[in-house]
């Protein structure tokens, strides 16, 4: 079983900025893909961004051009900058990682924007 510890969050202001970063308990092999999910209060479950190993980056619509997600190559911790945060980035937070073994989830994490 993959442990996946996730840092960061909190409250901030709208149109502020925070952080979140995961980190994984694989130390052998390299996670293929890691990222962030978030679920709003009454919504579903929706991607955030994921970081492949590979280099790929993807985003989800609302946050384009807002978020980055960042990993080095060949590191089994993801980080994600949140710049220009509105109300409706409040949400929980979620890491998640994706390899042979299986697809992980970590507890969550709360980030609220609010004035």
């Known amino acids: 079983q993959v442990q996946l510890v996730e840092s960061g969050g909190g409250l901030v202001q709208p149109g502020g900025s925070l952080s979140v970063s995961c980190a994984a308990s694989?130390?052998?092999?390299?996670?293929?893909?890691m990222g962030w999910y978030r679920q709003a209060p009454g919504k579903q479950r929706e991607l955030v961004a994921i970081?492949?190993?590979?280099?790929?980056?993807n985003y989800g619509d609302s946050v384009k051009g807002r978020f980055t997600i960042s990993r080095e190559h060949g590191k089994n911790t993801v980080y994600l900058q949140m710049n220009s945060l509105t109300p409706d980035d409040t949400a929980v937070y979620y890491c998640?990682?994706?390899?042979?073994?299986?697809?992980?989830w970590g507890q969550g994490i709360q980030v609220t924007v609010s004035p």
């Open positions: 970081a492949t190993n590979s280099g790929i980056r």
């Open positions: 998640n990682a994706a390899y042979w073994r299986g697809n992980f």
């Open positions: 694989e130390t052998v092999f390299v996670i293929n893909d």
